[in-house]
Each structure stands twice: as structure tokens, then as C-alpha cells.
């Protein structure tokens, strides 16, 4: 298992931008899948963004065009880059890590809070 740690989450009025920062506790070049999930109150986790390796990155018809999904792997990190937020982004956000085959893993950070007010 991985440890993922997040962190940029914050309070934004609506039209302002935020960037999430995910930190690995080991490389993130060896994972197969690196993402990004979130989960506004009641309701269930949903899909944003992620970054398959060798096909490339996936987003949320929600948040096509305002989203930014990104990693570095020589600082361990992925990213997320939210542009014109709206108040329906606002919920715990969390990264994720996942290793395929057989005895893979997926890893889930604690989740940062993400609050767009209009």
C-alpha cells in the first residue's frame, strides 16, 4: 500500500480556481492509474478525473473543459487544476493510486475539502 496525502483544498467563490495537490509516499511512475474522486454530502463518490498509463487522461463530462488533471513523477505528485468552479464542485475531494493484476491495490487519500460559494 501507498500512503496519499492531499492538500489545496480551501474556500472559492464561484468562477475562481483551486489546484489540489496529491503526494505519494513512493514513486507514482509505477502505478497503472492515478485519480481523482469526490463526494459532496449524501450523495455518492463519483468519478472526476485520472490518468491511465500509456492511453492517457479521462474526465467527468462535469468537469471537461474546467479540469486539469496532471502529475509529476519526480516529486510523487499528481494534481488536480479546477478552473471556474461552481457550487455544485463542492464536496471532499480524494486522489487515488491503483497497481493492476494479480494482488493489485488501489490507494485513497484522506480527501480535502473543497467549498464553492455563490
Known sequence: QVQLVESGGGLVQAGGSLR????????????NVVGWYRQAPGEQREFVADIISGTGTNY???????????????KNTMYLQMNSLKPEDTAVYYCHADVWGFGGTTSWGQG????VSS
Not at 489540489?20 to 502505478?31: T, Y
Not at 467527468?60 to 519526480?74: C, E, L, P, Q, Y
Open 20 to 31: 489540489l495537490s496529491c503526494v505519494a509516499s513512493r514513486n507514482i511512475f509505477s502505478f
Open 60 to 74: 467527468a463530462d462535469s468537469v471537461k473543459g474546467r479540469f486539469t488533471i496532471s502529475r509529476d513523477n519526480a
Open 112 to 115: 480535502t475539502q473543497v467549498t
